[in-house]
């Protein structure tokens, strides 16, 4: 049988990180067996469907390059089918109409929590059937065990004393999540059932499900949860938890897929750096820990830190929003020292004009005693030395220069390499007074050199 994976995501925001590990794995498996990777819109609860999330979980996806080959499908389109198989569970008695109010249901688990029962439905309607008004479908848990083997987890066993007879559908006649989910997994013929952890109590209610209808279950592969670096749960209040925004702060999808991929999956080995064909190459659910995976974002900045000198500078160009062109040799200046993308735009800007608008705070450093009028005799005994340069090619000549300017006025390298390096780049933080002036050329240098002794004199 063709391996088939699905992603199958409830429309109710953007997409979060933990569901695009859901959804790079099942792509992975989906292709390392040369299979199928199909999508599938959960949105049966109208009152979490959230304006505009299908679109975003799908122009998400597409980002990432986890384009799939059929789908999506949409629950909403499907109610009659679900229906059908509804009626088949009440024909054989795998389910019954449950008419109690929510009144009614409230008291009942206040009374449970009380005697410190486990809140699970009583079974009142089960033998009175035919009741006047509203009712929900509930499933009939059978008394006996349930045993599966977890892909990542192993053997599994549960009880159905231990479980509620859940809700299959509701008044307004739309399927729960269990009734379409297992539904639509048999009619759209999944092979593999590839989500989080938080599912697995789910899980049972499914196989029997999948028992009452007489269908084989597909496989099950429980993912392990996703926490924050103190351990708890992966939540918003520690950090972010949708992808867009760290593609808004400036991580590369590349990089995003490699460390996501790392997240409770590991190859074994030195390799930490994967392409997404590698990781279909190597992808296995062996190779998948069933402990908690920490979200750890120095990985992340390092590994795009990685990502963004294996670009081009005209590839990274290409990546960063700009309202103007810098020439190449400055972004490949730059380059080496970005952390993300947002860092390009930011660390350029001392490239874009040669009019800077100094600042007399940046050229005052008290440690290494540079003053007004230490800044001054630096740049002005720099700039002769250096219009005398001939080969500005190399940062070694320019370093020679400036070396014997700094032994000429007997004092420290800071007092002249820190005015200096604050005249051509404006910054408090910027790459060093040799590099700059290469980057820039002897014409811009000197440039800059002058205007800011103009500032200083004025
Ligand atoms: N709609 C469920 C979700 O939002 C799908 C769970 C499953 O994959 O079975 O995660």
């Known amino acids: ?106 008291k009942m688990r206040n009374d449970q929590a009380e005697k410190k029962q486990a809140p699970k439905y009583d079974r009142l309607c089960l033998n009175n059937q035919d009741q006047e008004g509203t009712f929900v479908i509930r499933q009939l848990i059978p008394d006996e065990n349930v045993l599966f083997h977890d892909e990542i987890r192993g053997e599994m066993s549960f009880h159905g004393k231990d479980i509620d007879d859940q809700v299959l559908m509701k008044s307004d006649g739309l399927p729960t999540y269990h009734l379409a989910n297992v539904v639509d997994d048999h009619e759209m013929e999944v092979t593999h059932v590839i989500r989080g952890e938080e599912w697995l109590p789910s899980t049972p209610k499914h196989l029997w499900l999948y028992k009452a209808f007489g269908w084989t279950a597909p496989s099950f592969a429980h993912l392990p949860l996703l926490l924050n670096p103190d351990k708890t749960k992966l939540s918003k209040r520690q950090g972010d938890v949708a992808a867009e925004d760290y593609i808004k702060k400036g991580y590369l999808k590349e990089a995003m897929i490699n460390f996501i991929a790392f997240l409770g999956w590991n190859p074994g080995g030195e390799k930490e750096i994967y392409t997404i064909d590698e990781l279909i190459a190597e992808f296995s659910f062996e190779k998948v820990q069933k402990a908690g995976a ?165």
């Open 294 to 458: 920490v979200f750890g974002l120095e990985k992340l900045d390092w590994l795009n830190g990685l990502y963004i000198r294996k670009k081009t500078p005209a590839e990274l160009l290409e990546l960063m929003t700009l309202d103007w062109t810098p020439d190449l040799k400055y972004v490949a200046c730059v380059q080496t020292r970005m952390k993300t993308l947002v860092d390009g735009p930011v660390m350029l800007e001392m490239f874009k004009s040669d009019e800077l608008a100094y600042n007399l705070q940046l050229f005052n450093h008290e440690k290494m005693k540079v003053d007004k009028a230490t800044a001054i005799l630096a740049i002005e005994n720099s700039i002769p030395a250096l219009e005398n340069l001939e080969d500005w090619s190399s940062e070694d000549s320019i370093k020679e220069a400036l070396t014997a300017v700094i032994a000429k006025l007997g004092v420290k390298n800071g007092q002249v390499l820190w005015p200096l390096r604050v005249a051509l780049s404006n910054e408090e933080f910027s790459p060093g007074v040799f590099e700059l002036m290469v980057v820039l050329g002897k014409e811009k240098s000197l440039k800059r050199l002058k205007s800011a002794l103009n500032f200083l004199q004025s």
């Open 1 to 106: 049988m063709k391996v088939k994976t699905r992603f199958a995501p409830s429309p109710t925001g953007s997409l979060h990180v933990g569901s695009l590990r859901t959804a790079l794995y099942s792509y992975l498996y989906a292709k390392r067996h040369e299979g199928i990777f199909m999508l599938r819109i959960e949105d049966t609860d109208q009152k979490r469907y959230v304006e505009g999330s299908v679109e975003s979980l799908q122009n998400s996806l597409k980002f990432f390059g986890l384009d799939w080959d059929e789908g999506p499908y949409f629950q909403s389109h499907r109610s009659t089918i679900y229906t059908k198989y509804v009626e088949e569970l009440l024909a054989n008695g795998h389910a019954y109409k449950c008419y109690c109010t929510p009144e009614r249901l409230e």
